[in-house]
């Protein structure tokens, strides 16, 4: 071993298992204690676990600069995301001022069943994030749309935004057009529509499960007459631009995401476009008006307190609140990652593994432990799937396999970390904190439980070859 070897092996951060399983219970104790018992907004304990981070890489005598390198890697992984938070609160502005998003809950009203909200916003939004390959985009337009309309109906809205969430995590997850569904694919080399379909294992179950516990509850939820409804509706059209022409830079979104052009090019073109149709149907361009509009969103004036509250949003001061969270809970998770914790902690998990079920099982935990501590589903998508590859090639298990977990683990959870890059967005957009709305997000999670349950009983998990030898290694294991 050379010289500059050993220097740069003495340059790593140095961190047992031990270190890192007991670093992850105090990150999970500082938060969860903060948010559950203490009702704390998620900033400031992820502010704690910084701080505690750092006086961790003192007291292991490593020099300042890992926990530097740390905070700008993380931070610097999530540039675009945070460009995209910006750009969502200017389209939300500017849709609003176009008619866009008021359109869309007219339209919605109109060919929604009152008596099956829950379930119709559920499929809805499933078919929208189908055809437009971006849980983002669905929540940010039909989404909002769907919280509006579940206001006046009277429906609880963590509910609504569970349904909202669900939706645009199966439609997400299973689009061709997805970046999520492309990059497990991509890691674990596995032929894209192969992917795809072998993912319909776990999502049609939990679709119809899903689709089941919605109705359910949806019954169980009394609704707005429908004559005051007609009056909200009303007073929407008449205050704002409800008409088809509206709906144009929706149209333009979905056309360019089906082209499959890149997420902010699409975005920014929905902005412009809906900027044109704003300044023809209000017949004037006020420059001020408009600088006002994209930095501080779009205020209603109706005249009916309630409508007002629900459609004044948008602009970048919006999603400041998001914007902040991401920047913090991403330098947690640069941290982490430097410091050589998280690399640790898989290991640990990884080396368990010695059969099927135990292969999916670590696989699945590893995947949200990721997204627990980093925050980050791309990451918890890429680490994971290198990590596990060898193990499931050695038990006989096939890429889908473990990109069919990946998703279950990594893609469907992160809406569920109140701190992580989809669960930041969801909550802001929607205006309702994750901690409200995951009991009711059942798809994304009944996915990492049913792809578990595959895992040891072998269903979907024996298909294509390598099952016989996957078959013989776990009974081995468990005789």
């Not at 971006?134 to 349904?163: E, P, Q």
């Not at 991403?330 to 079920?357: C, E, F, Q, T």
């Not at 992580?420 to 009944?446: R, T």
Request: with cysteine.
């Amino acid at each position: 071993m050379s010289v500059e070897t050993v220097n740069k092996k003495e340059r790593e951060p140095q961190v047992s298992r031990l270190e890192a399983v007991v670093v992850i219970l105090m990150i999970l104790g500082t938060i969860g204690v903060s948010l559950v018992y203490l009702g704390a907004q998620p900033h400031v304990p992820i502010f704690m676990v910084i701080l505690l981070l750092a006086l961790f890489n003192a007291a292991k005598k490593q020099p300042w600069v890992f926990v530097e390198e740390g905070l700008i890697k993380g931070v610097k992984s999530g540039i675009i995301p945070i460009i995209i938070f910006m750009l969502i609160g200017i389209l939300i502005a500017v849709w609003m001022q176009a008619g866009t998003i008021p359109t869309l809950i007219a339209y919605s009203f109109q060919v929604i069943f009152t008596e099956y909200f829950l379930p119709s916003v559920f499929v809805v939004t499933a078919v929208v994030g189908m055809a437009v390959g971006s849980s983002f985009t669905t929540a940010s337009t039909i989404g909002i749309a769907f919280m509006t309309l579940g206001s006046i109906l009277g429906i609880d809205l963590a509910m609504v935004a569970g349904a909202v969430v669900s939706g645009a995590l199966l439609g997400d997850k299973m689009s061709p057009l997805s970046d999520t569904t492309n990059l497990a694919s991509s890691v674990c080399k596995v032929d894209l529509f192969e992917h795809i379909r072998h993912m319909m294992w776990t999502a049609v179950p939990a679709f119809l499960i899903s689709l089941i516990l919605f109705f359910f509850i949806g019954r169980a939820q009394e609704t707005t007459a429908t004559s005051e409804v007609n009056e909200w509706i009303a007073t929407l059209a008449a205050n704002t631009h409800v008409t088809v022409i509206a709906l144009i830079p929706a149209l333009v979104m979905g056309v360019l995401a089906i082209r499959k052009t890149p997420a902010i090019p699409t975005m920014i073109a929905g902005i412009v476009s809906g900027f044109i149709v704003a300044v023809i149907l209000d017949g004037q361009l006020a420059a001020a008006n408009w600088m006002v509009l994209v930095q501080d969103g779009f205020t209603a004036s109706t005249g009916t307190e309630d409508i007002d509250t629900l459609l004044t949003r948008g602009g970048i001061q919006d999603m400041m609140w998001a914007t902040s969270l991401l920047i913090l809970a991403l330098g947690m998770g640069g941290i982490l990652s430097r410091l050589n914790i998280i690399d640790s902690l898989i290991s640990a998990i990884r080396s368990l593994v010695n059969s099927r079920g135990k292969a999916v099982l670590s696989t699945t935990l590893s995947a949200i432990g990721i997204n627990v501590s980093l925050g980050e589903q791309y990451m918890s998508v890429v680490l994971t799937g290198e990590a596990y590859e060898k193990q499931y090639r050695e038990l006989g298990l096939k890429g889908k396999h473990l990109s069919k977990t990946l998703e279950a683990g990594g893609t469907v959870v992160n809406p569920l970390i109140p701190y992580g890059v989809s669960g930041v967005f969801m909550a802001s957009v929607l205006e309702v904190p994750v901690m409200a709305f995951l009991p009711f997000a059942f798809f994304c999670l009944l996915c990492p439980v049913i792809t578990i349950i595959y895992g040891f009983t072998g269903i979907s998990m024996n298909d294509g070859g390598g099952g016989a030898s996957a078959a013989k290694t776990e009974h081995k294991a468990t005789a």
